[in-house]
C-alpha cells in the first residue's frame, strides 16, 4: 500500500470510529437518562397516601380516592391530572416529553408524558402539582356542604 493511501485510510478509520463512538456515547447516555414505567411508578407512589389501583385495563394512581396520574397499557407513556394553565406551561417547556392527552380530556388539563423523552425532574414536577391537585379538589368535595332537600324533592322521591 503507497503512504498517501494508508494516510487516507487511516484518516477514514479515524473520522468513521470517533462518529461511531459518539453515536455510541448518545445512545448510551440517553438509556441511561431515559424515565421508564419503573421509575414513573416510583416517584408516584412515593407521593404521601399514593396508592397504585387499576382503571381500565392500566394502573391508575390515586390520592383521595382520585387519580392523580396513570401509566398507558403500552407503558411507554403516562399521564398527569394537571390544570390547563399547568399544562400550558409543561408543554411550552418540554414540548417533546409533555402533549396534551386526546378530546375534551387534553383540553381539561390531562397531559401525556412521553417517558422515553422524560427528564425526571420535570415529570416529578408535573406529579407533584399533579398530586397536589387531586387533594385540593378531595377537600373542596369534602367541605362542600349538602343542600337540605325541599318538601317538593321528599315528595317526588316518594
Given at each position: 500500500?503507497?503512504?498517501?493511501?494508508?494516510?487516507?485510510?487511516?484518516?477514514?478509520?479515524?473520522?468513521?470510529?470517533?462518529?461511531?463512538?459518539?453515536?455510541?456515547?448518545?445512545?448510551?447516555?440517553?438509556?441511561?437518562?431515559?424515565?421508564?414505567?419503573?421509575?414513573?411508578?416510583?416517584?408516584?407512589?412515593?407521593?404521601?397516601?399514593?396508592?397504585?389501583?387499576?382503571?381500565?385495563?392500566?394502573?391508575?394512581?390515586?390520592?383521595?380516592?382520585?387519580?392523580?396520574?396513570?401509566?398507558h397499557s403500552d407503558e411507554r407513556s403516562g399521564m398527569v391530572a394537571l390544570t390547563?394553565?399547568?399544562?400550558?406551561?409543561?408543554?411550552?417547556?418540554?414540548?417533546?416529553?409533555?402533549?396534551?392527552?386526546?378530546?375534551?380530556?387534553?383540553?381539561?388539563?390531562?397531559?401525556?408524558?412521553?417517558?422515553?423523552?422524560?427528564?425526571?425532574?420535570?415529570?416529578?414536577?408535573?406529579?407533584?402539582?399533579?398530586?397536589?391537585?387531586?387533594?385540593?379538589?378531595?377537600?373542596?368535595?369534602?367541605a362542600k356542604p349538602r343542600r337540605p332537600s325541599s318538601p317538593a324533592r321528599r315528595q317526588a322521591r316518594r
Open positions: 500500500m503507497r503512504p498517501e493511501a494508508f494516510e487516507a485510510r487511516f484518516e477514514y478509520e479515524r473520522r468513521v470510529g470517533w462518529q461511531r463512538f459518539r453515536i455510541r456515547r448518545r445512545a448510551l447516555s440517553a438509556l441511561i437518562t431515559a424515565m421508564g414505567p419503573h421509575e414513573f411508578r416510583r416517584m408516584a407512589l412515593a407521593m404521601e397516601g399514593a396508592v397504585e389501583g387499576a382503571h381500565m385495563g392500566h394502573p391508575d394512581f390515586r390520592v383521595s380516592d382520585r387519580i392523580f396520574a396513570t401509566l390547563p394553565d399547568q399544562q400550558q406551561r409543561f408543554i411550552g417547556d418540554d414540548p417533546d416529553t409533555f402533549t396534551p392527552e386526546n378530546g375534551a380530556w387534553g383540553r381539561a388539563g390531562y397531559t401525556r408524558v412521553r417517558l422515553a423523552a422524560a427528564d425526571g425532574e420535570a415529570v416529578g414536577e408535573a406529579l407533584t402539582l399533579a398530586w397536589q391537585n387531586a387533594i385540593n379538589k378531595g377537600n373542596a368535595k369534602r
